[in-house]
């Protein structure tokens, strides 16, 4: 029953690693998005793919890519980790024009050492 | 671009006292407007929305939002809180005309209920 889902939940690594998030909606939405949430609350979009093609592509370090195998999974891999991309990742979903809202997946906190 | 101002970044209220939480946003065209919460520990959840018809919309839980197009603003009201609805509190703006929803967020407002 879940909609939005994220794995893993908690990433804990080193810097200098590599490591991937996945995200998988069953809503059926066209849609989905990458936002990352930092210590201050704050949250930003950084991508945004509609029906597999990138759409929003925010001021984001080139060591993040999305990849969006079908519409409905987007996962984002992150190269050369370092201490400032510690943050909560939330994946998102809507349908295309997002009237009617976005649902968000639970949060990956990943955690850079 | 479209940007969205929250003015509060932390209230913190009695239950049973009435809440009204701002959020002003400024795009020139027409706009799809949201109200988000995230409880501690958790991920958004949509409140409310208003994209046409009726200023007024109700949401989940007792709130209520206004769209004041004047204004800019689409300010996020509940007449009674409770210790429960602490949680931090979005305001986003999606522009009506884009294909893809892109949704600017406010910086979010953290609300603190006292019991």
């Known amino acids: 029953d879940t909609a939005v889902s994220q794995t893993p939940k908690y990433l804990v690594t080193q810097m200098g690693n590599d490591k991937s998030i996945k995200c998988e909606q069953n809503l059926g939405h066209d849609t989905m998005y990458w936002y990352k949430q930092d210590s201050k609350k704050f949250l930003k979009i950084m991508f945004s793919y509609n029906n597999k093609e990138l759409i929003i592509n925010e001021t984001v370090p080139n060591r993040f890519s999305p990849k969006s195998p079908d519409k409905a999974h987007l996962n984002l891999h992150i190269n050369s980790l370092e201490l400032g991309d510690s943050a909560v990742y939330f994946c998102?979903?809507?349908?295309?024009?997002?009237?009617?809202?976005?649902?968000f997946g639970p949060g990956t906190r990943l955690t850079v050492l | 671009a479209q940007s969205v101002s929250q003015h509060n970044h932390h209230v913190i209220l009695s239950e049973a006292a009435s809440l009204e939480l701002g959020c002003n946003y400024s795009y020139g065209g027409t706009v799809n407007l949201f109200w988000y919460v995230q409880y501690p520990g958790q991920h958004l959840q949509l409140l409310l929305k208003?994209?046409?018809?009726?200023?007024l919309v109700k949401g989940i839980k007792g709130f209520e939002a206004e769209f004041i197009k004047s204004k800019f603003s689409f300010n996020l009201r509940k007449p009674s809180v409770q210790w429960s609805d602490t949680a931090e509190y979005f305001c986003a703006v999606t522009p009506s005309n884009t294909n893809a929803g892109k949704s600017t967020f406010g910086d979010g407002t953290t609300l603190t209920v006292k019991p």
């Open positions: 208003y994209f046409s018809g009726d200023p």
């Open positions: 998102a979903s809507s349908h295309t024009a997002g009237t009617g809202g976005q649902f």
